[in-house]
């Protein structure tokens, strides 16, 4: 479909120059640079929501390097080399554009994600705190949140990782991250709400089903939420409270709740069965 829009300008254009015989090449030369510029950029953007990453790769990387001081290529590049799972490389490049003079806030935050990613949480921060307080982003925050929760700086997180979720209309996997948080200081409640509204925004979270399990289990309770699952994540759902329940001493419990994930598994439930086996070979032993 792009060829043939292209195919179509440069056709139409072919035809509206013959029509002026006094046109210059230079007047040529200028129109169908025009028109592949508006191509290019068409394909940008379909090539930033390719379904295969690696192929956004390659192609902005041939663009770069053609291109090297386009800004708007070389963004393309730092963003399919995140979506490639590739964050040491995604970093060097967005340290390239955010040194371009060009260069936003919105590129900074970009770094600084890319950073977290790879690891270097430190770097991330000073990225971060180089960016005026009054840019304020979903995306900003929730990176800001998830430093002050390295930092262990909770008051901090808990303000960033709310005005977080007010800044977008899917707030789902923010409000995971949250609880998370939360259950790692030990304020279970707390978690469990948070991962109960991150599932009314996205039902079919898995991790936050799996996270809302491990909340109650810490709280020792022992039935599985209401909340939609398939036949396959109640059984998973299963061996996770089973597995939490053993690790709190509630041994029995957790050998029916085992026994309950091997039942209700569609298919042979390996990690359930082997579990079990353990459990039986300790009491044997």
Known sequence: MRHSIFVTLCLSGAVTLSACEDTSDADVE????????????????????????????????????????????????AKSLVRAKKPSEAKTVWARVVKHPDATNADKVGFADSLIRSDDWKQAETVLDGIPPTYETYKRYRLE??????NKEWKNADSYYETAVGLTTQPASVLNNWGYSKLTRGDYAGAEKLFGEA???????????????LARGAQHRYDLPIV???????ALLLHTLALTAIKQGDVATGKGLLQEAVDTHPQYFEAAIRSLRALDNNVTN
Request: proline share 4%; glycine share 4%.
């Open 145 to 150: 949140a998830m430093i002050a929760d390295g």
């Open 199 to 213: 599932l009314k925004y996205n039902k079919n979270m898995f991790t936050a089903k799996n996270n809302l399990v």
């Open 30 to 77: 200028r129109a169908v640079k025009g028109i592949n510029v508006i191509d290019e950029s068409n394909l940008n953007d379909i090539m930033l929501s390719s379904s295969d990453p690696n192929e956004a790769v390659a192609y902005f990387r041939r663009t770069v390097a053609d291109n090297p001081d386009r800004i708007d290529v070389l963004r393309g590049l």
């Open 228 to 234: 939609p699952m398939t036949q396959t994540e109640r």
